[in-house]
């Protein structure tokens, strides 16, 4: 914006500076009009887009009353101000009594060693008053020249107004402006004049620069980050940037993609350490904000005040769209001052399950209902809702726990893996489009599931962004406020930029983040992805105890929530194995499970790799226990599970995939069948291995991605599926599985190992196993329950479990029971359906003596429960 111009030739200006004043009799006749222009199209250097008007008067009949500053003597009174246009002051300052008035004061020393007072009192409602006190030795006249602006450097009219000097060698000087042109900055400089009329050239602070204040702003307040409520009723805006020479805080009404009012921040009023601050009475019309950063451009990125930056605190994000003609990339990433409807949380209760009893689920929100064959409406399918409307699903197929992919915003390129934002909810999740609508959906779909005993994880990323790492990427938002602070440096050129998670900065914003998860949507847990780097130092070493997991682990606020580690990296599809720090409060996704268990199913591998990974994977987990253990078959990235059984061409090697004998689709009977019975397999040794069993989303449905291991390339899934053979049997199993690991919780819902004594192990025809020997594919064990008497259910008999990964039958040897005990077949997954499991109440179960032989057919499991002969 131009300078300020105030109307009045420069003859009749000069008059007015040259007035006399008396002591005790301060009269300012006529003060000139201050008009501040813009010009009607937008540019960087507009920073208000209206035209107003000022006139102010002093009259020294009508004290300010109860005004903080002056020398109050009854030969010296205050000059008091009022508003010719609206009211008086006496008016004003009658009701300042009743209204919150609020008071800055801001202290400067003049290049002279003169001491300026600043004091800027207003009250909601009612104009500014801006007193200026100056302490000098001087005997000279001080006059003031003055500019308003909305930013912190401004050009000087070029008219004078002569201060008043009390009997305390003090000038004082009172200003007072409409409320409604704020907020805005007062910028001032002071001139000595001698008694000859003589006006000295402008005097600026010691910083040699000139004295400016806010009008209609606040400081603000360094904490908390983001936007805020203060104590005194004023929106907060903070925001760190260590490294930032300047920080523009941009206001946008919604009508335009620019914005509508730019407010530079004063390095020495809103900065406290390196935490940029300041707050208005209200943010008024504006519906998003932004920040401009300046400073010098380094190593790895720097700053570039051209684009307007994303609050990396802001409660909710909203995309301004560029206008018609202009590419996408130029779309603005804004936090919506929108205010958040306050949710009614009324009657919610975290289920509070024990890790040991969770059955887990894993879901994308927009492809587990997007797909027409949902039946829901289309402004449900794909959102928290359509999730929320599944609840059924997911009680009738057992689970109690709902893992979330990532919600994050996220780069639509790049998949929810890449988010660039921590603290909000993606807008294309809610029935309306809008952040608000998905926070509000969110908020009732955890509701809902909460009612029906489920609990709801959440996947985050916390260590890398999808706004890019090199230039020709689009800054978003921690790129552009503090690359320094936030970025790595060592992946320029990358498209991707890694977070600094040992920089107690972004630990900060981690921690501030999974509290804003719990405490405002109720989340009961969360896993880490890629969390093997937020143990890794400032050099790339893995700690041996990373702070910020420390800090997760300890964090009072999460306490009660479950935190699972994932060392899989969506960086490079690769997942790093490490000693992983836990406190015994850490769990983690055990890659490891699913390594030897496909090993093990297409005829590959050790037995005693298979054996550890069923007896909860005590080389992993020996001080935590099996509880700790997230077991897995299928993830959302890599093969399907219809898919593992169905390829396995040298591409997808890394994927231990085994096509059974034919790849991709087929119609040999014989194939079909083995893919079947090897489905079957991966969900019965998924469900009896002690630790957490984890669903991937679609494995129910008979998902394909026709071979693709890319997560780009899953599509929504098929709900007609579940009316089909498979889709019945798949999901019927699961269930049964469920309530198996139900009812012999003892066993498979463990906190602890099994004992020594409870479990033999058992290789063909009862002979020991031959644990070293890569060609040996049968094993069994048995296991004995441990009837504890405060578990209802621990009254079930000891089990006997058989797997056959050969190409050939094998013969098992059932082991010897008491007398009136015999072997009920519950599980054999060779048989066809609905005959391959059965509850022990049905009568039509297969009865088996013990010491007697089964046979075990090829790629097959069973499960066998003692029980006693009723009569």
């Known amino acids: 914006m131009g300078p300020c111009r105030r109307k009045g030739s420069g003859r009749a200006a000069a008059a007015a500076a040259q007035q006399q004043w008396k002591v005790g009799d301060l009269v300012l006749a006529k003060m000139r009009a201050v008009q501040i222009r813009c010009r009607p199209n937008y540019s960087f250097g507009c920073r208000l887009n209206a035209v107003t008007q000022w006139r102010c008067s002093y009259d020294s009949k009508l004290p300010l009353k109860g005004a903080p500053f002056g020398s109050f003597t ?125 006006v000295g050239p402008g005097v600026t602070t010691h910083r040699k620069t000139n004295f400016c204040v806010p009008v209609g702003l606040g400081p603000g307040y360094p904490c908390s980050l983001g936007v805020s409520i203060s104590d005194d009723g004023m929106v907060n805006f903070a925001l760190f940037s260590r490294s930032g020479k300047s920080v523009i805080l941009c206001l946008y009404d919604g009508n335009t993609e620019y914005p509508s009012l730019e407010i530079e921040l004063d390095p020495y009023v809103n900065r406290t350490g390196d935490v940029w601050h300041v707050s208005l009475e209200s943010i008024g019309d504006y519906v998003s904000y932004g920040y401009r950063c300046k400073g010098s451009v380094g190593k790895g990125g720097g700053f570039h005040e051209q684009h307007v930056l994303l609050d990396p605190y802001a409660r909710m994000v909203g995309n301004l769209l560029p206008d018609e003609g202009k590419p996408m990339a130029a779309t603005k990433f804004l936090g919506s001052l929108k205010k958040e409807t306050i949710y009614d949380w009324g009657g919610d209760a975290h289920p509070r399950l024990r890790m040991e009893e969770l059955v887990v689920y894993r879901l994308n929100v927009r492809q587990f209902t997007k797909d027409k064959s949902s039946g829901l409406p289309e402004d449900i399918a794909g959102t928290f809702t359509g999730v929320r409307k599944k609840v059924q699903h997911f009680k009738g197929l057992g689970v109690n726990a709902v893992l979330l992919e990532p919600v994050f915003p996220f780069d639509v390129q790049k998949g929810p893996y890449f988010p660039y934002h921590f603290f909000s909810v993606t807008d294309g999740y809610g029935q309306e489009g809008d952040a608000s609508s998905s926070i509000s959906s969110m908020k009732e779909m955890i509701k809902t599931l909460h009612a029906e005993g489920i609990e709801v994880l959440m996947e985050v990323v916390f260590t890398h962004i999808g706004e890019g ?169 890599g093969l399907p599970l219809v898919d593992l059984v169905s390829y396995g061409n040298s591409k997808l090697a890394s994927e231990l995939s085994w096509n059974c004998g034919d790849e991709g689709p087929t119609n040999k009977n014989t194939v079909l069948e083995t893919r079947l019975k090897q489905i079957r397999n991966f969900l019965f040794i998924l469900f009896v291995s002690l630790g957490v069993p984890v669903l991937n989303m679609g494995d129910e449905f008979g998902y394909s991605t026709g071979g693709s291991p890319l997560y780009n390339d899953r599509q929504s899934i098929d709900w007609s599926i579940l009316g089909t053979g498979f889709g019945m049997q798949i999901t019927q199993f699961i269930a049964y599985l469920s309530s198996l690991r139900m009812r012999h919780n003892d066993i498979f819902q463990r906190k602890h190992f099994l004992k020594v004594e409870n479990i033999v192990w058992y290789g063909s025809n009862q002979a020991e196993p031959q644990w070293d020997d890569p060609t040996c594919k049968i094993l069994a064990m048995a296991l004995k329950s441990e009837r504890n008497p405060e578990m209802s259910s621990s009254s079930n008999g000891d089990l006997f479990i058989c797997f056959n990964a050969s190409n050939y039958s094998e013969t098992v040897i059932l082991p010897q029971r008491l007398e009136g005990n015999v072997w009920l077949r519950l599980v054999d997954t060779s048989l066809a359906f609905p005959m391959f499991f059965s509850n022990s109440s049905d009568s039509n179960l297969l009865k088996v003596e013990g010491l007697s032989s089964y046979e075990l057919k090829p790629h097959s499991c069973a499960l066998f429960e003692a029980q006693r002969i009723t009569t």
Not at 78 to 94: D, F
Not at 471 to 500: A, P
Request: charged letters at 20%; a neutral charge; aromatic letters at 12%.
């Open 74 to 198: 009854p030969h010296n009174p205050v000059a008091s101000i009022y508003l010719q246009k609206l009211r008086s002051m006496a008016m004003v300052t009658s009701q300042a009594q009743e209204l919150e008035r609020r008071e800055f004061c801001y202290m400067f020393r003049s290049e002279r060693g003169d001491l300026v007072k600043v004091v800027v009192v207003g009250a909601k409602g009612v104009n500014f008053v801006v007193h200026i006190e100056v302490l000098s030795g001087f005997e000279d006249q001080l006059l003031l020249s003055y500019e308003t602006s909305r930013s912190a450097s401004s050009q000087m009219v070029a008219d004078a107004i002569p201060f008043f000097r009390n009997s305390s060698r003090r000038y004082t000087l009172d200003l007072v402006f409409d409320s409604r042109n704020a907020p805005f900055y007062l910028s001032f400089l002071l001139h000595f004049s001698s008694d000859a009329g003589a």
């Open 469 to 637: 790492g090199d230039g020709r990427s689009q800054l978003i938002s921690f790129s552009g406020i503090d690359s320094s602070s936030y970025v790595f440096e060592g992946n320029t050129g990358s498209q991707i930029s890694s977070l600094k998670c040992y920089n107690p900065i972004v630990q900060k914003l981690i921690i501030d983040s999974l509290r804003h998860w719990v405490v405002e949507f109720h989340l009961d847990g969360f896993c880490f992805v890629n969390s093997s780097l937020m143990a890794r130092g400032e050099h790339g070493e893995h700690l041996s105890r990373p702070p910020l997991l420390e800090a997760i682990a300890f964090d009072p606020v999460l306490s009660k929530t479950k935190i699972i580690a994932d060392c899989w990296s969506p960086l490079d599809r690769h997942y790093v194995e490490i000693q992983f720090p836990h406190w015994r409060r850490w769990a983690e996704m055990n890659m490891k499970f699913c390594t030897d268990v496909r090993n093990f199913l297409r005829g590959k591998g050790l037995l005693s790799d298979f054996a550890t990974r069923l007896c909860g994977s005590a080389d992993l987990f020996s001080s935590r226990g099996p509880a700790f253990s997230f077991n897995f078959v299928t993830k959302n990235f």
